[in-house]
């Protein structure tokens, strides 16, 4: 996840993105392709805890030099759109691990990006929540966004077009 998110480089071969040859670029010309491309739904939630559940969904459109006016008005939407109305000021530690995750999820689906990285993200969900944000996925990739879901649970695995299992370094269909 950490290769294909632009978080690490790959030890050899080639990644190319949009006809791009990615290992060519600089650590901020990554991270402009990184913003504007991959959001990111992480295993741990990595949500900042000084700020509340509604800045942490906005953090990304800092990047994007949104108006403030705007960045909150997208913020509210999204947490809205993950069961979070009304949470909105509350800061993570004041928020259940389910909760956390949704105000993640909110954060990685906010600038709309062409892929999805999901680290287990109905971990921490319980399984109506864990239901709700897989069938959020599904109609984010049926809309174009590219998911790439990490999952040891084949229950959610099993909604997707294409699993592939990584074993000792390699990959299987399945």
Partial sequence: MNIIGLLDSPDEGEYILDDINLN???DSELAKIR??????????????PKINALENVQVPLMYYGMGSKKSRELGYEYLEKVGLKGREKHRPSELSGGQQQRVAIARSLI???EIVLADEPTGALDQKTGIEVIDMLKELNKQGQTIVLITHDMNIA???????????GKLYNV
């Fill in 24 to 26: 060519e670029l600089h």
């Fill in 158 to 168: 099993e909604h997707a077009q294409r699993i592939v299992k990584m074993m000792d």
């Fill in 35 to 48: 913003n504007k491309k991959i959001g990111f739904i992480f295993q741990s939630f990595n949500l900042l």
């Fill in 111 to 113: 600038c709309s990006p």
